[in-house]
T-cell receptor, first 110, second 115 residues
C-alpha cells in the first residue's frame, strides 16, 4: 500500500504564503488528492493531481511530481479561516480506496 | 444539492453494546466508502461498495464490524460488542461512478465513544 508522509503541524501568518509538502510511495500510484478538514467537520475536497505539474485554483494550488513521489499544497494570502488540517491522500492503480496521511495541522496567526 | 449525511452525529455506547451508524450518500452516487478516523490521524479505509455490492472489506478491523448497502443507496455500518478501541469518528464518503480517480465527498461523520 501507499505510505503517505506529511508534516504534523505548521504555523503561518495571516496574509502570507505557506507550502505543505507530502511524499508518497510511487509504486502503483494513480493520483493524489488534497482535502481540508476543520476540527469536528468533514474533509472537503481541495484538489486532485494525476499528471506532473501545478494545478491552480484561486488561492490554493497543488503540485505533483510523479517521478519523485512528491506533492505540495500552496496556500496564498492566508486567512484565519484557513486554520485547519490538510490531508494528503493517494489512490493506487486498480484501487478505489484513499490512503491518507496523518494530516498537517495549519495554524494561521495574526 | 444535498451532500452526504450521516446519523447519529454522536453516539455513546457502553462496552459490549451493538451500534448502527447510517450513511445517506449523494443521490445517484454509485460508490460508497466507510473510513475510521482516530483523533489526530487521517481517515483509514474500512470498506467500499459499488451500488449494492461490497467490493472491498479489507479494512474492517475485525468480524465485529459489518456493513451493508442493500438497495444501493443508504448504507449502515454495524459494530457488534463494541470495545473502547472502537472509539473514533466514522466517516462515510460517496463518489459519482466506479472510477478510482473520482472525487470522494465526505459526510460529517459519526463520533462514537465507547465507555
Amino acid at each position: 500500500g501507499q505510505n503517505i508522509d506529511q508534516p504534523t503541524e505548521m504555523t503561518a501568518t495571516e496574509g502570507a504564503i505557506v507550502q505543505i509538502n507530502c511524499t508518497y510511495q510511487t509504486s502503483g500510484f494513480n493520483g493524489l488528492f488534497w482535502y481540508q478538514q476543520h476540527a469536528g467537520e468533514a474533509p472537503t475536497f481541495l484538489s486532485y493531481n494525476v499528471l506532473d505539474g501545478l494545478e491552480e485554483k484561486g488561492r490554493f494550488s497543488s503540485f505533483l511530481s510523479r517521478s519523485k513521489g512528491y506533492s505540495y499544497l500552496l496556500l496564498k494570502e492566508l486567512q484565519m479561516k484557513d486554520s485547519a488540517s490538510y490531508l494528503c491522500a493517494g489512490t493506487g492503480a486498480g484501487s478505489y480506496q484513499l490512503t491518507f496521511g496523518k494530516g498537517t495541522k495549519l495554524s494561521v496567526i495574526p | 444539492g444535498a451532500g452526504v449525511s450521516q446519523s447519529p452525529r454522536y453516539k455513546v455506547a457502553k462496552r459490549g453494546q451493538d451500534v448502527a451508524l447510517r450513511c445517506d450518500p449523494i443521490s445517484g452516487h454509485v460508490s460508497l466508502f466507510w473510513y475510521q478516523q482516530a483523533l489526530g490521524q487521517g481517515p483509514e479505509f474500512l470498506t467500499y461498495f459499488q451500488n449494492e455490492a461490497q467490493l472491498d472489506k479489507s479494512g474492517l478491523p475485525s468480524d465485529r464490524f459489518f456493513a451493508e448497502r442493500p438497495e444501493g443507496s443508504v448504507s449502515t455500518l454495524k459494530i457488534q460488542r463494541t470495545q473502547q478501541e472502537d472509539s473514533a469518528v466514522y466517516l462515510c464518503a460517496s463518489s459519482s461512478s466506479g472510477q478510482s480517480t473520482d472525487t470522494q465527498y465526505f459526510g460529517p461523520g459519526t463520533r462514537l465513544t465507547v465507555l
